[in-house]
Structures are given as C-alpha cells and as structure tokens.
C-alpha cells in the first residue's frame, strides 16, 4: 500500500476499474485532454519505448500502459507531483514497465539520450507565461498551465531531440496556438500527419487541439472528424463515452 500525503486520494482510472490513481485537488488532478491524448496518440502494441512529457501523476503512462506492452517513461519537473507519479507506477504493480524521471525536459538528453524512443507524448502548459496577475493562485496549477519552466518551442524541441527518425510525436494544446504548433513541428522536422479538433457540444467553438507529427516525415496531413464531447443534455456523446470508459 502506498502513502498519502496532504489532501491526496486514490480514484479508479476510469474505463480500467482494476488501476488506481493518486490526485491531489491541490496539486495535480487529471483532466479529460489527457484521456483524449492517450487515446489519440499511435502506440507500438507489442514493445518499443514511449516518453511522456510534462507527464504530471503520470496519467497519460498510466492509459497508454492499458494498451500497450512498451517500456514507458515520464518527465516532471514538480518535485511533489513526481512523487505521486512515481506512487502510482507502485500503486498499479507497473515497475517493470514504466520508470518516472524528476527533471525538466530541457535537460534530458544526458539521462535519455537522443533519438531513443518510438513515440512521444505531451500534454504541456497551453497559455504564455504572461504577468503574474493572470497566473492561478496555487503555484502547482500556474507551472502545470502557464509557460513558466517550458516554452511550446522548449517542448518540441524536446520531442523531436528524443523521438527516433520516423517516430511520432502527439500533443494536445488549445486550437489557439495552431500555427504555432505547426511552424515549430516544421522548424524541428516533425512532419504534421494526423488532426483532430476536440468541441465542448454541436453548435460551440473547438476547445481542444489534437495533433501527431512524425520526425523526417513527408507532407501529408489528414484532419480526422471533429470529436464532440457532451449532447445537449450534458451527457457524454457516444464517442466520447467509449474513449472515456470503454464502453
């Protein structure tokens, strides 16, 4: 059994009843772009090897390790949301599949070497690190959300240092920073390949952004259909349901 500390608790991996997962309302809770990543990105089924940055409790690890048998590793620069991460990888018996790193994703190459893994996953701050003013009182939610340790272009950077030639590469972000993310997967060899636009429901603005670029890839981009999240009774959609729970 492992230790909680503060105002941790232990909840269900939603669509995997049988996996657990440490959260904190304070420091670091999972949220439904992370589900939508995991689901979304290409994993290797059999082996290979995954990073995950900016991988907070390790959720996104968690997911893709229902789906695949690949070596799995995560970076969080947070000292207290690392250590939840690494308790959740002992909570879920997951050793010897999946490793947690303490550090900041500008300096892992001396830890993971380059070119190393198949497929690598974000989820990083989506907004600027803009005045003080606009950032959330509680300083674990401002470094998870704002550009504080991390620019968008320190992230790609990171992905295509670490991802092999040929490998993918999948984030989520805002649609807002579209252009963004596609001058710099461009600037960093990381061919645009698969889209997807996230909507709240029919009828409002996408809120989420989906995209997976291969290192060295040739041009060829495919938008997916748009994945709407709730009906209009504030149900989950059907889709949306079956990515969620599984069923």
Known sequence: MVQLFDDERIDYLLANESMQIIQSPTAFAFSLDAV????????????????????????????????????????????????????????????????????????????LGQ??????????????????????????????????????????????????????????????RLVDIIELFRKYKLEPKRMQLVYPKKGKEANMLLVEGIRDGKADLKILPPLYVYEEDRTYTKEAREIIYGR
Do not use: W
């Open 36 to 111: 939508l990543l995991a689901h979304f990105a290409y994993v290797p089924v059999k082996g290979g090897t995954i990073l995950d940055l900016c991988t907070g409790n390790g959720v996104i690890p968690l997911l893709l390790s229902i789906r695949t048998n690949a070596k799995i590793t995560g970076v969080e620069i947070q000292e207290r949301i690392f250590q939840m991460a690494e308790r959740n990888v002992k909570l879920n018996g997951l050793n010897d599949q999946m490793q947690m790193i303490h550090g900041d994703l500008k300096e892992m190459q001396p830890v």
């Open 115 to 176: 070119s190393s893994f198949d497929v690598v996953t974000c989820n990083p701050p989506y907004f600027k690190n803009s005045s003080s003013t606009e950032h959330n009182h509680n300083e674990y939610l401002t470094i998870a959300r704002h550009e504080v340790y991390c620019t968008l272009e320190d992230v790609v950077k990171a992905c295509k240092l670490h991802v092999r030639p040929g490998g993918k590469v999948a984030m989520v972000h805002r649609p807002g």
